[in-house]
């Protein structure tokens, strides 16, 4: 397949047209599901015209477009009732959504590489038997570390010894904290201030995703979040983003107006809970996202199992166009459940 260049929403919809018939061509499953529920293939001229997969079909079939022999990596994530998605990548696709997110990163923070302060434990990335998408998020960043310190212990505490000496050595330095939003804010945000602790991250920038539904249920907003960081290590340029191992690489980066945008390889739409069409800017559904990156496996179009809304033609402060995503929860078992009607 042809290396991917987005110049307007066409090009997005003529690439991701050819990423199904590829994928029907080459994985059977994926091949039964689209012609079971979707006509018309050959006269798609619009992003609401690419069929879905519901994410939750990573966690219940094995999904590939590849032989065997070509996988390169297995990436895993939980999920419930023990359930977990495994997604097959073949070194092509690796080298698409590392190229992908130094893109994505350099826009946002610039290039080069950082000190990197990890906020999470080393065991994360220790454990070969699993690769889950924590360890491949802390990987994935890790491209853009010089040196890495684990700011959380094998009992995951915070190593204030470890954390002090790395921030000694690299004083005066920009520094890359790195973590998943639950671990920063309960592992060591809120354990800062238990201990009454100081740790300087002024000169930092930090940069988070995942583990938003916890700090829902505890009325943590994303100003919260924000606030309270600055308020505990001095650090004020803090970036959400959102994403799943399910479309490793393309990512929606928080630009500084707190808007997540689509980057120039994805794409975003909402879709009705009750008989999933496609809604309006701003209405609020079940959130679908695009990508032309996922070549080893069917994961170009998925349906996921977030609810938000999405805004296609925002015209954001920031420059950025594209579509933004606003992600307000999950969706709940039972709904969860018909949208696994659509392929069970």
Same mark, same amino acid.
């Given at each position: 397949? @042809?290396?991917?260049?987005? #110049?307007?929403?066409?090009?997005?919809? +003529?690439?991701?047209?050819?990423?199904?018939?590829?994928?029907?061509?080459?994985?059977?499953?994926?091949?039964?599901?689209?012609?079971?529920?979707?006509?018309?293939?050959?006269?798609?001229?619009?992003?609401?015209? /690419?069929?879905?997969? %519901?994410?939750?079909?990573? +966690?219940?079939?094995?999904?590939?477009? $590849? +032989?065997?022999?070509?996988?390169?990596?297995?990436?895993?994530?939980?999920?419930?009732?023990?359930?977990?998605?495994?997604?097959?990548?073949?070194?092509?696709? &690796?080298?698409?959504?590392?190229?992908?997110?130094?893109?994505? *990163?350099?826009?946002? *923070?610039?290039?080069?590489?950082?000190?990197?302060?990890?906020?999470?434990?080393?065991?994360?990335?220790?454990?070969?038997?699993?690769?889950?998408?924590?360890?491949?998020?802390?990987?994935?960043?890790?491209?853009?570390?010089?040196?890495?310190?684990? &700011?959380?212990?094998?009992?995951?505490?915070?190593?204030?010894?470890?954390? &002090?000496?790395?921030?000694?050595?690299?004083?005066?330095?920009? /520094?890359?904290?790195?973590? *998943?939003?639950?671990? $920063?804010?309960?592992?060591?945000?809120?354990?800062?201030?238990?201990?009454?602790?100081? /740790?300087?991250?002024?000169?930092?920038?930090?940069?988070?995703?995942?583990?938003?539904?916890?700090?829902? #249920?505890?009325?943590?907003?994303?100003?919260?979040? @924000?606030?309270? $960081?600055?308020?505990?290590?001095?650090?004020?340029?803090? =970036?959400?983003?959102?994403?799943?191992?399910?479309?490793?690489?393309? /990512?929606?980066?928080?630009?500084?107006?707190?808007?997540?945008?689509?980057?120039?390889?994805?794409?975003?739409?909402?879709?009705?809970?009750?008989?999933?069409?496609?809604? %309006?800017?701003?209405?609020?559904?079940?959130?679908? $996202?695009?990508?032309?990156?996922? =070549?080893?496996? %069917?994961?170009?179009?998925?349906?996921? #199992?977030?609810?938000?809304?999405?805004?296609?033609?925002?015209?954001? %402060?920031?420059?950025?166009?594209?579509?933004?995503?606003?992600?307000?929860?999950?969706?709940?078992?039972?709904?969860?459940?018909?949208?696994?009607?659509?392929?069970?």
């Amino acid at each position: 397949m @042809k290396k991917y260049k987005m #110049e307007n929403v066409d090009m997005l919809v +003529k690439e991701l047209s050819e990423l199904t018939h590829y994928h029907k061509n080459n994985c059977n499953l994926y091949s039964y599901y689209v012609s079971t529920f979707f006509k018309n293939l050959n006269s798609t001229e619009d992003l609401k015209q /690419i069929p879905y997969l %519901p994410v939750r079909a990573f +966690k219940e079939f094995e999904l590939k477009s $590849i +032989k065997n022999n070509e996988v390169f990596k297995i990436m895993t994530s939980s999920g419930t009732s023990g359930q977990f998605s495994k997604i097959f990548l073949d070194k092509s696709t &690796a080298q698409l959504q590392s190229k992908t997110l130094v893109r994505i *990163f350099a826009d946002t *923070f610039g290039n080069g590489r950082y000190p990197m302060l990890i906020i999470d434990s080393e065991m994360t990335v220790r454990n070969r038997q699993t690769f889950s998408a924590r360890t491949a998020a802390i990987n994935g960043f890790s491209m853009f570390s010089r040196k890495r310190c684990f &700011a959380l212990n094998s009992e995951f505490k915070i190593d204030f010894d470890a954390i &002090a000496k790395f921030l000694c050595e690299h004083k005066g330095q920009r /520094i890359f904290v790195f973590g *998943f939003t639950f671990l $920063i804010w309960k592992n060591f945000i809120q354990e800062i201030r238990t201990a009454k602790r100081n /740790i300087d991250l002024e000169n930092a920038f930090i940069l988070h995703g995942g583990g938003w539904k916890k700090l829902q #249920e505890q009325s943590v907003s994303n100003d919260r979040f @924000k606030d309270t $960081i600055l308020e505990t290590t001095g650090c004020s340029n803090v =970036r959400n983003y959102y994403g799943m191992v399910e479309q490793t690489g393309t /990512i929606f980066m928080e630009c500084e107006y707190g808007r997540l945008h689509a980057c120039s390889a994805s794409g975003a739409l909402t879709r009705s809970r009750r008989d999933f069409s496609v809604l %309006p800017d701003g209405h609020e559904g079940i959130i679908q $996202i695009f990508s032309t990156i996922q =070549r080893s496996y %069917p994961g170009h179009s998925l349906l996921t #199992e977030d609810v938000g809304s999405t805004t296609c033609n925002h015209d954001c %402060p920031c420059g950025q166009k594209g579509a933004v995503v606003s992600i307000s929860g999950r969706l709940q078992k039972a709904e969860v459940r018909g949208c696994s009607d659509a392929y069970s």
